[in-house]
């Protein structure tokens, strides 16, 4: 949380240093008005900035890479919920809770990645074919609060320790964040 509000801050000292928005290139200015959109605007530009000339003002590409965000960080909490279950002070019905949480968020994984080959699917046809794939987009990364909230509900209802419900909480927030942006970012996205 300090990080993003870290680059938040840092963002806007930029902006207030180098002038108004209108300084920045067309990709530049394109991208933070479209992150201001988002749930998450901080976490959207530490997200999308970096490969701000691959995005150049291309909706397409910004949802590709906010897709492609959440589908590394449902490989990365996965694995991380994983490594708490191995631990030796957790017990062993929060292990076997942990790996179904796990398996779960991987298995989300498959879902990101039909709503990543929606997006090379978007030209053409008409309105209505476009809105049933933006909402196909949106049905694909949905899971993945399914899997986080299931996650929890279940570890809370072993009464899983404080300690390991806080550890899976902080694996799987930034997942729970990069999915909301990306809705965000399908939802207004223009075809």
């Not at 291309?58 to 919920?81: C, D, M, N, V, Y």
């Not at 279950?85 to 968020?105: F, G, H, M, Y």
Request: charged share 20%; net charge positive; proline share 3%.
């Amino acid at each position: 949380m300090a990080r993003q509000q870290f680059f938040l801050v840092a963002t806007l000292l930029f902006l207030c240093v180098t002038g108004s928005l209108a300084s920045y290139s067309p990709a530049t200015s394109y991208l933070i008005s479209t992150c201001d959109d988002a749930t998450y605007s901080s976490l959207c530009l530490q997200t999308l900035l970096p490969d701000v000339d691959r995005i150049n003002s291309t909706p397409k590409k910004s949802t590709r890479l906010a897709i492609a965000a959440i589908i590394a960080a449902a490989q990365s909490g996965s694995k991380s919920i994983t490594q708490i279950s191995k631990q030796p002070q957790v017990w062993t019905r929060e292990a076997n809770s942990l790996n179904d949480c796990s398996n779960s968020i991987a298995n989300t994984v498959k879902r990101l990645n039909a709503a990543m080959d929606t997006t090379d699917h978007l030209g053409g046809g008409s309105k209505s074919d476009k809105e049933s794939k933006r909402t196909s987009m949106v049905n694909n990364i949905r899971p993945v609060f399914t899997a986080i909230d299931t996650c929890l509900k279940n570890l809370q209802g072993l009464r899983a320790r404080d300690v390991v419900l806080s550890r899976v909480q902080e694996s799987t927030t930034p997942l729970n964040h990069l999915a909301t942006n990306a809705i965000d970012l399908i939802r207004r996205m223009q075809f």
